[in-house]
């Protein structure tokens, strides 16, 4: 069936979920004319979505604009605005629904030519993505790094799961031919306190604008005020958890009992929604405990280690006490809070994981690796490739060549030096990305990868999607 072609009165009725306050109407007329911008190769004109919490969206458009490129933004909520001071910021007041054809229009009144994001897997910026693959303008997505903690992504397209990188050891080792030796890169420190600071100001500020932006919703799966509650309840005993762990820490290195390490992901996490079998950790959490009890030397240990910023929400703690009793193997399984330490990470027989950077750690320092989702890092010769049941007698170490080939062509086409929650972090991931997006002005589009696409680990696990309601 033909579409009907949208009229004046259609497109000017999606203009007015997008332009509702003065900066933006002043916005629309800067672009509204007749007159043809300078499209010179060295020029760009960039719409920023959505952001990572902080001013680091703000700061980088800054930059290009001064470098004589021109900015837009869409704002989809109060928090998005808060952080946003410059000219050319759009208010997007309409459903998602809406948002195809509203950002169709807007690309095309733009003249966009790239498009600039932080996480991929948001449905806002999913539609986004596809819209402009179809129109044949770039992506360029931002993301924590792939290589932390110094570093942070920018790819083209996608990241994770999404990445147009290869997953095949043979192409890394060609690609890295001519890429300089690996550098850990300029030390950055990210401040917690900091961070935390700028998520509240914007979950508040996106509370406080509900009124202008009211059919915004989040593509969290609970509202952040639930995990700033459940983080609060944690926070008086955290002196007390920090030497319970080290002292189980300590009682593990010390038991000489060979031991495997498996470091949860936050449960919120695209990469466990969208990017493994899983859907959420818990389900994840029972396949690797009664994997563990059924095929793991009779005398090790399963060590997992919760992820730093987990605020207890979802009770995993509880949860997988309860899987490990049940598979009989109890006294086996240790919890701990807080991440995971350096000597735990040495010391370990190998690590199973999702997807987590974490593996990229492990890979580092020659620990045999088992992914169960879809990871950057999972290809023979860097991962297992023998299924869950088999990994934990017949592990076997990474290539250390593969591994060097894969972390130069990572770090060369994928990471900047720098972070989002630290002045020096902030002032280097500005100048690096400035540089990464520049250069892409002159080189052609890296072809989408397709949705077909799915790593070699993932066949082993059927019908995961489990009947575990989380919050039970």
């Keep these: 069936m033909k579409h009907r072609a949208p009229t004046p009165s259609d497109r000017e009725r999606r203009r007015k979920l997008l332009f509702k306050h003065a900066q933006a109407e002043s916005a629309l007329h800067a672009v509204g004319g007749s007159e043809t911008p300078d499209q010179s190769a060295a020029t760009a004109r960039y719409l920023f979505l959505q952001g990572p919490n902080g001013t680091f969206f703000a700061r980088l458009a800054n930059r290009l604009k001064s470098r004589g490129h021109a900015v837009y933004r869409v704002n989809f909520n109060g928090g998005d605005r808060f952080f946003w001071r410059l000219s050319g910021a759009l208010d997007f007041r309409g459903s998602a629904e809406q948002w195809p054809a509203v950002l169709g229009d807007l690309l095309t009144d733009c003249r966009i030519t790239d498009i600039i994001l932080f996480g991929d897997c948001r449905p806002l910026h999913r539609a986004a993505i596809t819209l402009a693959h179809r129109l044949g303008q770039r992506v360029h997505v931002f993301e924590e790094g792939y290589l932390r903690p110094n570093w942070i992504t920018l790819e083209a397209n996608g990241v994770n799961g999404h990445s147009s990188l290869a997953k095949n050891a043979r192409w890394f080792l060609e690609a890295a031919a001519g890429i300089e030796d690996w550098s850990p890169g300029l030390p950055v420190t990210g401040h917690f306190a900091r961070r935390a600071a ?149 010391g370990c027989r190998g690590m199973v994981t999702i997807n987590s950077t974490m593996g990229v750690l492990a890979l580092s320092v020659s620990v045999p690796v088992m992914t169960m989702g879809h990871a950057i890092y999972d290809m023979p010769e860097l991962t297992f490739q023998g299924g869950l049941d088999n990994f934990w007698c017949n592990s076997t170490a990474p290539s250390g060549a593969v591994f ?69």
């Design 198 to 346: 700028e998520d509240v100001l914007y979950t508040l500020s996106t509370i406080f604008l509900k009124w202008r932006f009211p059919l915004y919703r989040t593509h969290k799966p609970w509202h952040p005020l639930a995990e700033y509650a459940a983080g609060a309840k944690r926070f008086p005993l955290t002196p007390l958890t920090r030497r319970r762990n080290l002292a189980l820490q300590q009682q593990v290195l010390k038991s000489g009992c060979q031991y495997y390490l498996f470091p949860l992901q936050l449960d919120a996490d695209a990469q466990v929604r969208f990017h493994s079998p899983f859907g959420r950790m818990a389900p994840a959490i029972k396949t690797v405990i009664e994997s563990f009890a059924r095929a793991a030397p009779a005398d090790a240990l399963l060590v997992l280690t919760e992820h730093p910023l987990d605020t207890g929400l979802v009770p995993l703690e509880r949860l997988s006490r309860d899987y490990a009793d049940r598979a009989g193997v109890g006294s086996r399984v240790i919890y701990l809070r807080f991440g995971t330490s350096e000597p735990l990470l040495t």
């Design 404 to 472: 060097d080939a894969f972390r130069r062509v990572l770090a060369a086409h994928t990471q900047i030096n720098g972070g989002f929650y630290s002045e020096k972090g902030l002032t280097l991931a500005v100048a690096g990305s400035v540089t990464r997006l520049e250069a892409a002005l002159t080189n052609p589009a890296i072809a989408a990868p397709s949705d077909a696409d799915s790593p070699a680990n993932m066949s082993w696990v059927v019908g995961t999607r489990l009947e575990e309601k989380i919050h039970a």
